[in-house]
């Protein structure tokens, strides 16, 4: 059942997402109703083109739409040519304060500019980057962070707070509103969930800019993955967000995954199979987290979107399988029954399990994406 129909009959799945104006990184449309897009950055050296372009194939890989990259210096600037030309994902450049390197990162192919106007200088400066952005195709993204607000914003609020974020991210939109240049973005991010939460929710009300959400330096794996769900997940639910990036002090890969899983939850994307496993218990048929781990790494190509229920035991088994695309439940002796569409299909042993479901997936995988082409081919005809 497609993610409309799920939310047409069941009406309490329905996200209604905040109407914001649609600008693009590079053919990525961003904003309006455009998938919410999932991106993450690069920890390679940019200077060094050969190791940045092998992580951005790497992102590719787990489903990345589109990739950050900094470039501090005249070495990465000069290396993002290369980089821009090889990468098939559009790139953000990321650059702080030298509005230099902001011209030479769009002349060099990138497809956004992650830099603050106001911290550009001149108006003379700002003028060049933005011509330099316009003239190459580049948007813009506006990134408040908490940690780093100016100063006259944080004697007149005392602390970071969302007003204070909110005020920053309009005075550097309002940079580019007055000099025409309507492709941008923004992010207000902070490490603190109720903060990132709250200066959101103001900005969405302040604004029709699309927005990059994040919460910032989240920490670890887990941790991160937990803090950016609760805030992203918070926002998403209420409608807010058309792109975003998990922050994590972990590889970048794992930011892509996370974030494909937050958006999952919610039935915002539904790239990938999505695996829906029991805890397990003392009636496990077999063992349950190993299997899932297991899937979970032999799955991982896989970018259509299924679903797979594997349940330990007869309790929820069947139930769980009678809604997903296939489900497999244990308890025979030995063996369990693998079920295609809520139907039991074959008894299949724990020895030969996982192959058994991996090839299943693969073949249901390949069904799709032959039933997608051809229903792309004849729309276009
Ligand atoms: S489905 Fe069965 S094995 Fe899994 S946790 Fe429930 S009772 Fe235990």
Redesign the pocket.
């Given at each position: 059942m497609s993610v409309e129909a799920h939310t047409t009959v069941r009406p309490w799945r329905m996200i209604d997402r905040r109407k914001s104006r649609q600008i693009h990184v590079g053919p990525v449309a961003v904003g309006g109703d455009a998938p919410i897009s999932v991106q993450s950055m690069t920890n390679t050296p940019t200077s060094d083109a050969a190791a940045t372009l092998d992580q951005i194939t790497q992102l590719e890989e787990v489903g990345a739409d589109i990739v950050r990259v900094s470039c501090p210096d005249t070495d990465s600037t000069a290396a993002f040519r290369t980089i821009a030309r090889e990468s098939r994902l559009p790139l953000v450049a990321d650059i702080h304060f030298h509005y230099k390197r902001g011209i030479e990162a769009a002349e060099a192919g990138a497809a956004c500019l992650r830099i603050n106007p106001g911290n550009i200088g001149s108006m003379d400066r700002v003028r060049d980057v933005v011509s330099a952005a316009r003239n190459n195709g580049c948007s813009i993204r506006i990134g408040v962070n908490a940690g780093s607000l100016e100063r006259e914003l944080l004697e007149k609020y005392g602390e970071p707070c969302p007003e204070a974020m909110v005020e920053s991210a309009l005075s550097h939109a309002r940079i580019l509103e007055d000099l025409d240049f309507r492709e941008y973005k923004i992010s207000v991010k902070a490490s603190d969930v109720f903060l990132t939460v709250a200066a959101y929710q103001a900005l969405a009300d302040a604004t029709d800019a699309p927005l990059h959400l994040g919460v910032t330096e989240a920490g670890g794996l887990r941790t991160g993955g937990v803090k950016s769900s609760i805030g992203m997940g918070n926002l998403l639910w209420s409608g807010i967000g058309d792109t975003i990036r998990v922050s994590l002090s972990a590889d970048p890969v794992e930011e892509i995954k996370v974030g494909y899983d937050i958006l999952k939850s919610l039935g915002l994307r539904t790239r990938g199979v999505n695996i829906i496993a029991?805890?397990?218990?003392a009636?496990?048929g077999f063992n349950?987290i190993k299997t899932v781990e297991a899937l979970e790494e032999r799955l991982e190509h896989i970018s259509e979107p299924i679903s797979l229920s594997i349940?330990?035991?007869v309790?929820?088994?069947p139930g769980e399988a009678a809604y997903t695309d296939l489900g497999f439940t244990g308890g025979g002796k030995g063996s369990g029954m693998l079920y295609f569409a809520g139907q039991a299909e074959e008894k299949v042993s724990n020895e030969t399990m996982i192959e058994r479901i991996v090839a299943a997936v693969e073949d249901k995988a390949d069904r799709m994406k032959a039933e997608r082409e051809a229903a792309e081919k004849s729309a276009a005809e």
């Open positions: 029991c805890p397990s218990c009636r496990q349950v349940i330990g035991c309790v929820n088994g």
